[in-house]
């Protein structure tokens, strides 16, 4: 049995309706980002300030050893290199 072009539409409209409103309602909730491992630092160790961007950036991208050792090497303390880079994600 085949339907007509025009009562296929509808039918087709719904189901994208449905994709598209499924969609939104799956999806994951929005991570920190940059800023937030920033002001981390910003927040912990107030004396680091060169190069924190750039590490941060390193975690966001999901390289979290290169953001923790960035931010050692630019001063500030393991654990707060660790939970900023962590911010990142």
Not at 18 to 34: I, K
Not at 61 to 72: H, K, P, V
Not at 75 to 89: I, L, M, Y
């Amino acid at each position: 049995m085949r339907m007509r072009p025009s009562a296929r539409i509808p039918g087709i409209l719904a189901g994208l309706a449905l994709a598209v409103g499924g969609a939104v309602f799956t999806a994951p909730a929005a991570h920190a980002d940059m800023k937030a491992c920033e002001q981390y630092v910003a927040q912990h160790d107030a004396k680091v300030t060169s190069g924190v961007a750039e590490a941060c950036y390193q975690g966001q991208i999901g390289n979290q050893t290169s953001c923790t050792s960035s931010l050692t090497t630019a001063g500030a303390s393991k654990d707060v290199a660790e939970q900023a880079c962590e911010a990142s994600r």
